[in-house]
C-alpha cells in the first residue's frame, strides 16, 4: 500500500525519524545553552534524525542508509547501558531495517526522479 507514492513503511519510520529529531532537539537544546561537554554532539545527531526524515520522504536513497546508520549507532552505544536499553534499540534497528529494505521500499527509493 502507498500513500502518495511513498510506501506506508517508509512514511511511517520517516515520520518517527522527523518526531524524534524535532523533539531531541528541543529536548536537548537547554543542555546546549548550559554548555554541556556532549551537547553539541548531542544536538547534531538529533538534527541527523530530522534530515533522515525529511529525505527519507523526498525519496532519497541515502536517507534511508543514515536512518540505518543513525539506529545502528544507538543499538552501538546502547551496549554500555541497561540491557533493556540495548534490546529496545535492537528491535527498532530491525524494524526499521525491515520497513526500509522491503522490495516496495527499495523501489520507491531507486526511482529515477528521485533527489541524489
Known amino acids: 500500500m502507498a500513500w502518495n507514492g511513498r510506501p506506508i513503511a517508509v512514511v511511517v519510520v520517516a515520520c518517527l525519524y522527523l518526531l524524534v529529531g524535532v523533539a531531541g532537539l528541543i529536548g536537548h537544546f537547554p543542555e546546549l ?3 554541556h561537554p556532549d551537547a553539541f554532539a548531542i544536538e547534531a545527531t538529533e538534527a541527523l534524525a530530522l534530515l533522515a526524515g525529511l529525505f527519507l520522504l523526498r525519496g532519497a536513497n541515502w536517507a534511508r542508509w543514515l536512518a540505518l546508520a543513525w539506529m545502528t549507532f544507538h543499538v552501538i552505544l546502547s551496549i554500555w547501558h541497561p540491557m533493556r536499553e540495548l ?3 535492537a528491535v527498532f534497528l530491525v524494524l526499521i531495517a525491515w520497513a526500509l529494505l522491503r522490495r516496495d521500499s527499495a523501489r520507491y527509493f531507486e526511482r529515477p526522479n528521485a533527489p541524489a
Open 33 to 35: 545553552l548550559a554548555r
Open 87 to 89: 534490546a529496545i534499540h
